[in-house]
């Protein structure tokens, strides 16, 4: 399937103007075609490079976003109607209750507006501190529209904040989303977090050092291996300041 325009950036649907330009900005300088050392490289790079200055001319407009969000979301409907979709999965209500919609076939747009305000009223849960509630509402969202990371990421971290829901289901949460936007570094910040919770140094350490291989230079991971006492010697710095050179 074709890469939408918020995928070829590599960053969420709700991402903010300075997501964008710094997204662009890191794209642009990884996938330059100077990058290129053969001339099939060096193709593929402009191909690339293309893409992603298309995509960032659109999303850094407000009136052009919005536009195209509006077109991306038709499209998204209309393949899912084709594909066959089953009713939308309503969020909590008040009394703590889950109202399922009745019937098949139910428009995409509707479950995609479901899981919208669900994941809206689960981050405002989660922001303050309501971390099982806020728990029920991502699942509600993540079952309306299961191909949003951040939705994924957010029940990993509700879940393991609330402490009922286990570590393994908050670790698979995780790394669903990392399977979904696999360049978003900020999600494998996220499964090093959960290691920390739960005090397995070792593998908090590896989900940062992989962080690195795709961000070379993130300040939260770097921070976060030198307060875990790893790459405290000159030998990791070293390595850092080699991919910088690199860059």
């Known amino acids: 399937m074709e890469r939408n325009y918020y995928q070829i950036l590599e ?27 053969t001339p099939q490289q060096i193709k593929h790079l402009q191909e690339e490079f293309a893409l992603i200055s298309t995509a960032y001319n659109v999303l850094k407009d407000k009136d052009k976003r919005a536009e195209y969000d509006t077109r991306l979301q038709k499209e998204e409907t209309k393949r899912a109607q084709e594909g066959g979709e089953t009713a939308p ?14 019937g ?12 919208q305000r669900a994941f809206a009223k689960g981050t405002q849960l989660f922001n303050a501190g309501d971390y099982v509630r806020a728990t029920e509402f991502f699942e509600a969202a993540i079952k309306n529209n299961e191909t949003e990371a951040l939705y994924h990421v957010k029940l990993g971290l509700a879940v393991m904040r609330s402490r009922q829901g286990g570590f393994n289901r908050a670790v698979s949460a995780i790394q669903r989303a990392i399977e979904l936007d696999p360049y978003n570094v900020d999600h494998r910040l996220a499964l090093g977090e959960i290691y920390e919770t739960v005090g397995s140094t070792s593998l908090a350490i590896k989900a ?12 939260k991971a770097i921070e ?24």
Request: net charge positive; aromatic share 6%; hydrophobic share 40%.
């Open 89 to 102: 999965i309503r969020a909590p209500a008040a009394g703590g209750t889950t109202a399922v919609a009745a």
């Open 208 to 219: 940062y050092q992989d962080l690195l291989k795709w961000d070379a230079t993130n300040a």
């Open 224 to 247: 976060r291996l030198v307060a875990l006492g790893a790459g405290t010697g000159q030998s990791f710095f070293s390595k850092i300041i080699g991919r910088l050179k690199r860059r």
């Open 11 to 37: 960053v969420s649907r709700d991402a903010s103007e300075k997501d964008i330009k710094r997204a662009y900005h890191r794209l642009a300088r990884e996938r330059h075609p100077d990058k290129g050392t």
């Open 104 to 115: 098949k076939g139910a428009p995409a747009r509707e479950r995609i507006a479901i899981a």
